[in-house]
């Protein structure tokens, strides 16, 4: 069996409503589904669609991380990612780093929205202006097949979690020098240029999970983090404090 198109998202309740928002775009043989990972390639063998449509989300189906997955399971697969709800431009770039063709996003308004997906069913890649905007502002994309070293994974650990650098000197037996120099090499991998942008593609990326967020000692980089990263540290806080006491 054949689709023309299969959209995945977690919000089960709205894919009745992105299959028909897809149908009068004029996209037939619409397909819809909130199966995750190895559901969904078993999924996409089955049908077979022309082109997926997955929904952007952090630490769901739609991270950069799992389109990547998906883009090397099934590399001649034309992947769009639909942004739906609000999604930093920013770091919407690492979904087209990893293997998606295009980029639409609901919240630059209906009329353009609609114009995107017009441009992706007569086989064009469209890229929403925002994003291609943050796009032609980098010289060179990121090497997306670089591994995270162990050392440099700690370090970035710690860095999520708040730790300072003299904490991570103390806390490896390492040097002030390496912390830096393991720093300044993350950076260089993911292209950013603060710790506070580390942290949002560590996140973004999967690097770092939601489980492995303790409770961080320092307030400014708590405040640059996306809401539910906060509310998850608000969680941890007090389970560990209920394990004191």
Known sequence: MRAGVL????????????????????YRDVHVTDKDKDGLNMLINELNPRRIFITSNFYSIGTPYMVGLLHDMFPRKNITVASMEEFPDEMAVWFIFHGAGSYVNFLDGFEEFKNGLKHILYGEDYIAPAVKEVIDGIDE???CKLKVEKRQKEILFMLCNGYTKKKMQNELQISEYTVHYHLKELMSIFHVHSREDLIKVAFCLDIITKKQLRFHENRDLIASLPEWARAQITMNRRLVNDCKN
Do not use: I
């Open 7 to 26: 959209f995945v998202s977690r919000h089960t309740k709205l894919l009745p409503w992105y299959k028909t928002l897809l149908e009068e775009a004029g």
């Open 141 to 143: 994309f990121p090497d």
